[in-house]
């Protein structure tokens, strides 16, 4: 299953590595990366391949939500699909 | 790969807009459970509750978390109990409310509706001592709703239980009075009542469904809001019907989803998506609000039926294509004390009884969680949900009462339940006595529009 993790805060050092070191510990394989800097308000999207994990979705989130707090950052992480049915017909 | 900004607008509306599935609710036909003997049948009851739906509540959870969606109730409906009852010898129906309160406790959910009967055309037997037995069983209870269908527009409505209603619905005040008056927050009267909506008070599981479904109700009046107030500046009413459309799509189109995965997940057909905007006390999640963002200085000012009409209509279009199967009652909510707009505009003497009335003429339900002054007569009551099941009668469309009659409590007083249930102000009703017309009884005959084979 894919899932979109979503990063959106204030634009500090090392975000995305912060955050691309909690999906490799997890086994979560990054497919595609965006992102953007809009004055200085940092918002990444990340496209990821959970089904070979070797923690469950739970955990995966737990962890990211860790990160998000260290890094003052608010982040998600939710199944592909919600964002296909709402945004594509 | 999706576009950035509609992913982000996704995470927006859930964050900051109060989007949401509002319920998940299994409907479970209770036919097979009917037995002569009401503690077996209250038996078979429970356990045929507890078997279908013994994973319900976990996979709302699971759901939520894998989609991160907000899913805020798991619910059950059965087939309505004056059914399931008809054929008991004891008269003690309230044992069956018992039986569903245990296995709501018993799952983890949030409310089971079904502790109904269907009486648009006459008592069956069952029917009239289940409805005497609402006071006793609403009170008694902590998770059991109560609906009752009084009228429709193939059946005309049935005066005699107009009658009883207003007694039934005073008594359940009064004996939850010191709890204020709760018991009348779980007993819906409807005239055209839907057999498959998911939603409090009145869902029940009708006789025409399948023996388990999953039926879905989404939300959303703060994301509709939202989008309004960020590109609504300068549209005429045209563009502004259109921007709802656009965004009923988008929140159907998630209950969709979930109701689809709920149901392959508890391997139980998906019946329906009710594509309903229903409010909740939080600040940003109210109808009223969108209905003054549209330009109406406050909500129940002229204007406000037109604004309603057009909001439910646009809810309708953009959300019928969002989902394969949509029903229940499908449509803008406006109960009073569940949405921080009407009670604001209820307090501030904007909204009253009269002016809900005419709005409930184009909106989905009907006169929904008002308060209204605790000396009330029942005649008086009765007369209210006369007139309202009139209204859906004759315009072939689903209309509820839901009062709370606030004993104790006058006009200008507020009854506040907490919760998602809210608070309110006290509202007068009108003066003049319609008692001779009530106690008449018999039937309102079917209206033409009745006659369309």
């Known amino acids: 299953m894919k899932a979109i993790i979503t990063v959106i805060g204030k634009d500090t050092v090392g975000i995305l590595a912060k955050v691309s070191d909690a999906c490799a510990q997890a086994d979560v394989n990054i497919v595609e990366v965006t992102q953007s800097v809009l004055q200085d308000m940092f918002a990444m999207v990340m496209l990821v391949e959970i089904d070979k994990s ?10 990211l939500d ?5 890094t003052g950052t608010k982040i998600h992480i939710m199944h592909e699909d919600i964002f296909n049915s709402m945004h594509k017909i | 790969m999706l576009e950035t900004k509609d992913i982000l607008e996704t995470i927006n509306m859930i964050d900051n807009e109060n989007l949401d599935v509002r319920t998940i609710t299994m409907g479970i036909s209770l036919l097979d459970c009917i037995d002569e003997d009401i503690d077996k049948a209250c038996t ?4 045929k509750i507890c078997r279908s739906a013994k994973d319900l509540v976990k996979t709302g959870e699971d759901i939520q978390k894998e989609y991160g969606i907000p899913i805020i109730n798991k619910r059950i409906s059965v087939t309505p109990i004056g059914m399931v009852a008809a054929p008991c010898q004891s008269k003690k129906v309230v044992k069956f409310a018992y039986a569903l309160d245990k296995a709501a406790k018993e799952l983890g959910v949030n409310f089971v509706g079904g502790y109904s009967a269907l009486v648009q055309k006459g008592f069956a037997s069952g029917d009239y001592a289940l409805i005497e037995s609402i006071p006793q069983a609403l009170s008694e209870t902590d998770f059991v709703c109560s609906s009752v269908n009084i009228g429709s527009t193939k059946a005309g409505i049935n005066m005699d239980a107009v009658k009883m209603m207003g007694k039934i619905v005073k008594q359940t005040a009064e004996v939850t009075a010191d709890r204020n008056c709760i018991g009348a927050a779980k007993l819906v009267v409807f005239c055209n009542a839907p057999e498959d909506n998911p939603f409090m008070a009145g869902a029940f599981h009708g006789v025409g469904e399948a023996d388990t479904v999953i039926n879905v109700g989404v939300s ?17 009413i045209t563009q502004i019907a259109d921007m709802v459309k656009k965004t009923a799509f988008k929140i159907t189109r998630m209950g969709q989803l979930v109701a689809q995965e709920a149901s392959k997940r508890l391997c139980v057909p998906f019946g329906i998506v009710d594509l309903s905007l229903a409010p909740t006390p939080a600040v940003g999640d109210s109808v009223a609000h969108i209905l003054e963002e549209m330009g109406l200085e406050v909500c129940g000012c002229h204007g406000t ?6 909001l439910n209509d646009a809810v309708k279009k953009g959300g019928v294509m969002a989902s394969s199967h949509v029903g229940g009652l499908s449509g803008a909510f406006i109960p009073v004390t569940e949405d921080a707009g009407m009670i604001d505009a209820a307090q501030n003497g904007y909204l009253d ?9 184009v909106c989905s339900v009907g006169l929904d969680m008002i308060v209204v002054p605790g000396d009330i007569t029942p005649e008086v009551i009765s007369a209210i949900i006369a007139d309202e099941a009139a209204i859906g009668m004759v315009n072939t469309k689903t209309t ?3 009062l709370i009659p606030a004993i104790g409590k006058k006009a200008g007083d507020e009854l506040n339940f907490g919760g998602l249930l809210g608070r309110g102000p006290v509202m007068p009703v009108r003066q003049g006595s319609p008692e001779t017309f009530i106690k008449r009884g018999g039937r309102i005959p ?4 009745a006659l369309k084979n």
């Open chain 2, 353 to 361: 009884i009269t002016k809900l009335e005419s709005m409930t003429a």
């Open chain 1, 66 to 70: 860790k990160v998000g707090e260290a």
């Open chain 2, 44 to 47: 078979k009851v429970y356990d």
């Open chain 1, 54 to 63: 070797n923690i469950g979705f739970e955990q995966i989130k737990e962890n």
């Open chain 2, 305 to 310: 039926t037109a604004a309603l009409a057009l």
């Open chain 2, 220 to 236: 959303g009046p703060g994301v509709v809001r939202a989008a309004l107030a960020k590109g609504g500046a300068g549209k005429d």
């Open chain 2, 400 to 402: 509820a009462v839901r």
């Open chain 2, 446 to 449: 079917a209206p033409l529009q």
